[in-house]
């Protein structure tokens, strides 16, 4: 099979609720290997404009994490990224500093507290995209605002992007919202699955098992999309 890209993953330690040591760290990327993932990006928590992150040790335990894979021999690149919070402190922010982006890519990472209203996700989406960045909200099952039409209403308007996490695909969510999300596979509104680790035992890397089981009933043309490592980073 060919290797899997995972666009969301807290695997650098220390800096937010996931890993909390290097070997969390190690064992995260152990667990990506194993999953057979070959690109994975580094997605900690950020809330711009509210609270500080700290970029030095992130950058350096990203290059400790590079140097794990490269030891163990693991055919795995490692892509710096965020996963930035909205607030409404973020118009603020960008007049004056840059968005993390994940890799080289214009693509941010959006995150969003679960009672969101479908037009705070639209000023977010058009306050990013009016700065040049392209969107991907992440685990959009979390935001009823998106169940029925949201989804593709937001879509219809905007160069936004959907990722939904492999657990939810493995596990869904109930009656009614497992049909929405079955919909939205179906019509192809989806753009990444991903991992959105944490840990190895409450939030582990489960992205082979998703492969396996939306391999059942995606086109492989769509779950290549979803899925599928392109081996240059490109989003």
Same mark, same amino acid.
């Given at each position: 099979m060919p290797g899997l890209r995972d666009i969301h993953a807290h695997f650098i330690y220390g800096v937010d609720d996931g890993a909390q040591t290097v070997q969390d760290m190690r064992a995260m990327l152990d667990a990506a290997h194993e999953n057979r993932t070959t690109a994975l990006y580094a997605t900690s928590h950020r809330t711009p404009g509210i609270h500080h992150f700290p970029e030095e040790q992130y950058g350096e335990r990203l290059e400790e994490a590079r140097a794990y894979c490269r030891e163990k021999g693991y055919g795995l690149q490692l892509y710096p990224g965020a996963e930035i919070l909205y607030t409404p402190a973020l118009g603020n922010y960008l007049e004056r500093r840059p968005l993390r982006t994940l890799g080289d890519s214009d693509s941010v990472l959006l995150e969003f507290v679960p009672d969101v209203s479908l037009s705070e996700i639209e000023e977010a989406v058009s306050l990013v995209e009016? $700065?040049?960045? /392209?969107?991907? =909200? &992440?685990?959009?099952? /979390? $935001?009823?605002?998106?169940?029925?039409s949201g989804v593709f209403r =937001?879509?219809? /308007?905007? &160069? +936004? /992007? $959907?990722? +939904?996490?492999?657990?939810? +695909? =493995?596990?869904? =969510?109930g009656f009614f919202k497992t049909r929405h999300l079955r919909r939205w596979l179906r019509e192809e509104v989806i753009d990444f699955i991903s991992s959105d680790t944490h840990d190895t035992a409450r939030r582990p890397d489960r992205m082979l098992q998703a492969w396996e089981a939306l391999g059942k009933s995606c086109s492989p043309a769509y779950l290549g999309r979803l899925m599928v490592d392109t081996g240059d980073g490109a989003l």
């Open positions: 009016g $700065y040049g960045y /392209r969107p991907i =909200l &992440a685990h959009i099952e /979390r $935001y009823g605002c998106l169940f029925s =937001l879509k219809e /308007r905007h &160069a +936004v /992007r $959907y990722q +939904v996490n492999c657990g939810t +695909v =493995l596990k869904g =969510l």
